[in-house]
């Protein structure tokens, strides 16, 4: 049964990068797009990104130039760095693959908290 | 970018009734619009996608309708495992959206 695993520091001082890692097991990480997505405490979803396993990107405008998402087909993991983190950026962060009919699978989530 | 809004903020029904969730798009999203129910601690779970079409294991009491930029989510007879929040969400244009969500409670 394939799974997402996020995984990475749940504390991240401000000013510094946020680098989480999505980890595909049970399955090929391989022919599908990939998307990051966070959720702060007690509010909707925020898509931030996607990626093909060809290493192509779309990313939120919003995040600006702050936003990188790449992928290691050797180890299936796809990984997310967000630099210049504020509070604002406290969230659940979710990976998710991306089918045509939408996201059909999550990871569990894991929670990053930026504070000094 | 596209803004989803949903209504209402919340919807208070006992099991057995019928919910009916609403999605609004700012702009035409055409059929490219989908559901995704969450549970506390859970991550979304995938509903409905293309705007009416079931996704795999999905029971049949939930369904999708509507198109362009107003789309319905109507769940026939709520069963207890059907208290949640409820997220609708555009693929049509860059970036993709989230609507606020929809918290179905026990009245």
Known sequence: QEQLQESGPGLVKPSETLSLTCTVSGGSISNHYWSWIRQPAGKGLEWLGRIF???????????????????????????????????????????????????????????????? | EIVLTQSPGTLSLSPGERATLSCRASQSVSYYLAWYQQKPAQAPRLLIYDA????????ARFSGSGSETDFTLTISSLEPEDFAVYYCQQRNTWPLTFGGGTKVEIK
């Open chain 1, 53 to 116: 396993t060809s290493g192509t990107t779309n990313y939120n405008p919003s995040l600006k130039s702050r936003i990188t998402m790449s992928v290691d087909t050797s180890k299936n993991q796809i990984s997310l760095r967000l630099s210049s983190v504020t509070a604002a950026d406290t969230a659940v962060y979710y990976c998710a693959r991306a089918r045509t009919s939408g996201y059909d699978l999550w990871g569990q989530g894991t929670l990053v908290t930026v504070s000094s």
């Open chain 2, 52 to 59: 009416s079409n079931r996704a795999t294991g999905v029971p």
